[in-house]
């Protein structure tokens, strides 16, 4: 697939480090797959350079890789585990680019590393679609708590992945026949959980309250199939207000946004668990829109069931921030700001 030569003649940075530098050249099998790798105006390239510190020039098939030992060998080994992504015929992202370098980092340093032995070190979730594969240590707890609980709780800052693997998890749940039906709920707090003024029937009144997880269904479930069980009730949408007095068999439900829910509304969605149910429960609790003086159902929720049997709780961090790597510093800003803020009302008082 490749070769590796390292340079021997290696070199001292310029800055009196005493860690040795040295020079790495990879080529690869395929002209086409290997533009795939290197990202469109070697915006891949580009990525792992600033992650790891390393300097990357592509030519043709052929990339060299110039860093500290070290760091060669992360980018040679994240290099090799994209390309045999591709390879398997996998859709190539900048998250997927980012998830990879955090897994290599995760491994440690393995000089004498063997992609094609190497198992990884991230959770997957299998899908008839695609295999959906864990980017951060985050999301990795997140898939592997989700396989061993009945009720997970996912909290942290928007795109860490939270509802994304929700659905993902339950639409595995689904193909492989573990549950009968998915049910989709979010609290519609803009309006009031009064939805009889708009029109249409009631998916499309909370159509645009659910969007994120229908992006996630089309992402992750061939559209046809989607639709074919929206219409069947296998994947039924069902507003918050609309849960009271139900009893949830056989089925993977998953409540979004819950840290809209108020604390009496939290405790009716999760007493509907029903026999072979599954619950996942995501949220943010910096991103309460509740009014003021009310307590988020989420927040206390994960505070009165913390170490129950069969629940589990994720916190994600801007660490696990998934989306652009801008979003991952603007949750870093705020969460800083929060806490710089808390600290001056502590003096003052």
């Given at each position: 697939?490749?070769?590796?030569?390292?340079?021997?003649?290696?070199?001292?940075?310029?800055?009196?480090?005493?860690?040795?530098?040295?020079?790495?050249?990879?080529?690869?099998?395929?002209?086409?797959?290997?533009?795939?790798?290197?990202?469109?105006?070697?915006q891949?390239?580009a990525?792992?350079?600033?992650?790891?510190?390393?300097?990357?020039?592509?030519?043709?098939?052929?990339?060299?890789?110039?860093?500290?030992?070290?760091?060669c060998?992360?980018?040679?080994?994240?290099l090799?585990n994209?390309?045999?992504?591709?390879?398997?015929g996998?859709e190539?992202?900048?998250?997927?680019v980012?998830?990879?370098?955090?897994?290599?980092?995760s491994?440690?340093s393995?000089?004498?590393?063997?992609?094609?032995?190497?198992?990884?070190?991230?959770?997957e979730?299998?899908?008839?679609?695609?295999t959906?594969?864990?980017?951060?240590a985050?999301?990795?707890?997140?898939?592997?708590?989700?396989?061993?609980n009945?009720?997970?709780?996912?909290?942290?800052?928007?795109?860490?992945?939270?509802t994304?693997?929700?659905?993902?998890?339950a639409?595995?749940?689904?193909?492989?026949?573990?549950?009968?039906r998915?049910?989709?709920?979010?609290?519609?707090?803009?309006?009031?959980?009064?939805?009889?003024?708009?029109?249409?029937?009631?998916?499309?009144?909370?159509?645009?309250?659910?969007?994120?997880?229908?992006?996630?269904?089309?992402?992750?479930?061939?559209?046809?199939?989607?639709?074919?069980?929206?219409?069947?009730?296998?994947?039924?949408?069902?507003?918050?207000?609309?849960?009271?007095?139900?009893?949830?068999?056989?089925?993977?439900?998953?409540?979004?946004?819950?840290?809209?829910?108020?604390?009496?509304?939290?405790?009716?969605?999760?007493?509907?668990?029903?026999?072979n149910?599954?619950?996942?429960?995501?949220?943010?609790?910096?991103?309460?829109?509740?009014?003021?003086?009310?307590?988020?159902?989420?927040?206390?929720?994960?505070r009165?069931?913390?170490?129950?049997?069969?629940?589990?709780?994720?916190?994600?961090?801007?660490?696990d921030?998934?989306?652009?790597e801008?979003?991952?510093?603007?949750?870093?800003?705020y969460?800083?700001?929060?806490?710089?803020g808390?600290?001056?009302?502590?003096?003052?008082?």
């Amino acid at each position: 697939m490749r070769n590796f030569t390292p340079d021997k003649n290696a070199m001292t940075p310029a800055n009196g480090d005493a860690s040795p530098m040295t020079q790495v050249v990879l080529a690869f099998d395929d002209n086409r797959l290997a533009s795939i790798l290197f990202g469109q105006y070697g915006q891949n390239l580009a990525l792992i350079e600033r992650k790891l510190g390393i300097v990357a020039d592509s030519r043709g098939n052929h990339v060299t890789v110039e860093g500290s030992r070290e760091s060669c060998d992360q980018a040679r080994r994240v290099l090799e585990n994209l390309y045999n992504q591709i390879k398997g015929g996998a859709e190539l992202v900048p998250g997927d680019v980012e998830g990879a370098i955090r897994n290599v980092i995760s491994q440690g340093s393995l000089f004498d590393f063997d992609p094609a032995a190497a198992r990884p070190t991230f959770e997957e979730i299998n899908l008839r679609k695609r295999t959906v594969r864990a980017r951060t240590a985050g999301q990795d707890a997140y898939i592997r708590t989700l396989k061993r609980n009945t009720l997970v709780f996912g909290t942290g800052p928007a795109g860490t992945g939270k509802t994304w693997l929700a659905v993902a998890h339950a639409l595995a749940l689904f193909e492989r026949k573990e549950v009968d039906r998915i049910i989709l709920s979010r609290p519609a707090v803009e309006a009031g959980e009064r939805l009889g003024f708009l029109p249409g029937d009631m998916r499309e009144k909370v159509d645009p309250y659910l969007r994120p997880i229908y992006d996630a269904m089309f992402d992750l479930m061939d559209m046809r199939m989607v639709e074919r069980a929206l219409q069947a009730g296998e994947i039924e949408i069902a507003p918050l207000a609309f849960m009271r007095g139900r009893t949830l068999h056989n089925a993977a439900v998953i409540l979004d946004e819950a840290q809209n829910t108020t604390a009496m509304q939290m405790k009716m969605f999760l007493t509907r668990l029903g026999e072979n149910s599954r619950m996942i429960v995501t949220g943010d609790p910096s991103q309460v829109d509740l009014p003021n003086g009310q307590t988020s159902g989420l927040s206390e929720a994960v505070r009165l069931l913390a170490g129950l049997e069969g629940i589990g709780h994720v916190a994600f961090t801007h660490e696990d921030v998934v989306r652009h790597e801008l979003v991952s510093r603007i949750v870093a800003a705020y969460d800083k700001s929060g806490r710089d803020g808390g600290r001056k009302r502590e003096v003052r008082e």
